[in-house]
């Protein structure tokens, strides 16, 4: 077996335009990682090895285009994303056998760059979840060690990237589905700011909440990715007709970070966070610190309101978004119902796992009559404090900086028993999709306990996205990559 | 408790859900478990705080009111679970 799923997105893809390796042998070599590696890690729903190698091999009959940047690149779309003629479960039975009949703006933009999809990666049912066992197609596994939860919800993009089995994926981040995943797997992760990336195509969850990024094994291939993705379309009512800068070229332009103001929010360095996450993080600031970066003590504090803010704001807008789910146009219908509102409830009950009902259900009772002010109205108050703290906090610095989980990546069913355990394990990621601003996760090394990989998070203002990677590079650069994952 | 098993009942009906008996209790107990959670926010004082619905200011980009056509009927109805060929099909209603 070839070493090329080792290789680097920007690697592979400079082997490519200068012809060294053909699109179709990075694609069979793609597919066949997936196959030596996917019975343990188990991070597609669907992989579609036949069509992936049609289309390298029609790239490789036009020759390499230097104008598409990601030509002839494997790449997998978590499976909340709309591409054409697959199926797109969201990781639920009600949506098993639901192929749509369009692309995604994102699936567009990266066909347009030349990338080549081999599949659709597993996630938490309809994105709720942060450990990837709520999909109604099993658990995916971490590669670093398969006894172990990837996190979630994209953590089969986030485990299928750590595991070689593509050079880049997309992921959605709701509330830290993309950055957590990442830290948990050892890859790069950024949620870009709200408006940036466009939803069209994208299967809601909390659609004030939602929005697609990249997930890659280093800052440059997550930064080529981004670039691809990101831009205005017209389709998505909230995305913003913004300036893109050139987000590659200005991660190639900064060697250091002298001049840079990195806010340490007091909040996100204390209680509860794990020692051996604590001192990885620290090591990285003392780096950033090693490279010019001045460090400020900021606070955000209605941090500890931003779990309970967040879970409202979130059930309420699921339980509107998936009250399409009917049992009419697509996904599954109970047969046996005789009359259509049995029909809806019974369809709607077979679909739908636990966690999805569970979430649906207390949307439904924070938007009812009578508990609308006291609940959803609040959550809307608390989050625009929120937002107020991360604006008065990016006064003082240039980007926020703190761990991305309290813990390293837990046992499979270690959380199955409490559902606020697993919410309060968000406290550090979902106060940024409050915000609408972007994030960025970055390995930052292994637990000296666990030996698992640690994130480290940077923050900042809105369509700030260039300056993370950039200061995500130099921090790269400097603490050096991880080694290969210890679970395969 | 704040949420009675009976009330859970009312609520999947509501959602188009339904929960078995035997279900009710465990659902509503987590229901209270999260329900109390959430009282954390009586905590804070919003006195005078225009609640943030969407982190994009600014009013909502529309767009002109133009029909187009993208999809073909039978690709629209070949997803769905019942059709005459022409029609989405559901149970009776009446």
Redesign the interface.
């Known amino acids: 077996m070839s070493d090329l799923h080792t290789m680097t997105l920007a690697g592979l893809r400079e082997a490519l335009a200068a012809g060294k390796i053909g699109a179709g042998e990075a694609t069979a070599a793609t597919l066949e990682r997936i196959a030596a590696v996917e019975p343990k890690v188990r991070a597609f729903v669907t992989v579609a090895g036949e069509r992936a190698l049609a289309e390298a091999r029609a790239l490789d009959a036009r020759g390499p285009d230097p104008a598409r940047p990601l030509w002839g690149v494997p790449v997998a779309v978590k499976d909340v994303i709309a591409v054409k003629g697959m199926p797109t479960t969201c990781g639920s039975r009600i949506l098993e056998h639901f192929e749509p009949c369009y692309d995604a703006f994102v699936v567009r933009r990266l066909r347009e760059a030349g990338a080549v999809i081999v599949g659709k990666t597993n996630m938490d049912e309809f994105a709720m979840g942060s450990s990837t066992e709520k999909s109604a197609f099993g658990p995916t596994a971490n590669p670093w060690d398969t006894t172990r939860v990837p996190g979630g919800s994209s953590g089969g993009s986030a485990a299928a990237v750590a595991a070689g089995q593509c050079f880049g994926a997309l992921g959605t981040d709701t509330g830290g589905s993309i950055r957590q995943p990442a830290s948990f797997c050892g890859c790069v992760g950024l949620k870009p700011t709200y408006g940036r990336v466009s939803r069209w195509g994208c299967v809601a969850y909390g659609s004030s909440l939602d929005q697609i990024g990249p997930m890659a094994r280093t800052v440059q291939d997550t930064a080529l990715l981004f670039q691809a993705i990101a831009g205005f379309d017209p389709q998505d009512s909230t995305c913003v007709d913004a300036a893109l800068p050139d987000t590659p070229a200005a991660l190639a332009a900064c060697e250091d970070l002298a001049g840079l103001r990195i806010g340490v929010p007091r909040e996100y360095w204390g209680q509860g966070l794990a020692p051996e996450v604590e001192a990885a993080c620290r090591a990285a600031l003392d780096a950033a610190a090693a490279r010019g970066a001045t460090l400020v003590p900021v606070e955000l504090p209605h941090t500890p309101y931003a779990v309970a803010a967040y879970y409202i704001i979130a059930m309420a807008e699921a339980s509107s978004n998936l009250a399409r789910f009917d049992g009419v146009r697509y996904g599954l219908r109970d047969k046996d119902a005789r009359e259509l509102l049995d029909m809806y409830v019974r369809s709607r009950s077979r679909g739908f796992g636990e966690e999805v009902q569970r979430r649906i259900m207390i949307g439904t009772y924070v938007l009812s009559a009578g508990y609308y002010d006291a609940y959803y109205r609040k959550a809307a108050q608390v989050r625009r404090l929120i937002r107020q703290d991360f604006a008065e906090a990016l006064k003082r610095c240039d980007v926020l900086c703190g761990p991305v989980s309290p813990v390293t990546a837990w046992p499979l069913g270690a959380m199955d028993a409490d559902p606020v355990q697993m919410y309060l394990m968000d406290i550090f990621t979902i106060s940024l999709n409050l915000a609408g601003l972007p994030g960025l996760s970055l390995p930052v090394g292994l637990g000296a306990d666990s030996g698992l990989p640690v994130g480290l998070q940077l923050l900042g203002p809105a369509f700030g996205e260039a300056r993370l990677l950039a200061v995500a590079g130099v921090l790269e650069r400097a603490l050096g990559p991880l080694p290969a994952p210890a679970g395969l | 408790m704040k ?1 009675s098993p009976q009330e ?1 009942a009312r ?9 078995d008996q035997d279900r009710l209790d465990t ?1 509503a107990a ?2 209270n ?3 109390d ?8 004082d ?1 006195e005078g ?8 200011d600014g009013p ?4 002109e009111d133009k029909a187009e056509s ?2 073909s009927r039978e ?2 109805l ?5 059709t005459d060929g022409a029609h ?1 099909v ?4 009446v």
């Open positions: 949420v859970v609520i999947a009906a509501l959602a188009r859900l339904g929960i659902f987590q229901f478990g999260i329900l959670y959430m009282d954390l926010l009586a905590q804070v919003t705080v225009e609640p943030l619905y969407s982190p994009v909502t980009r529309l767009r993208r999809h690709e629209l070949a997803s769905a679970p019942e989405f559901v149970p009776k209603i």
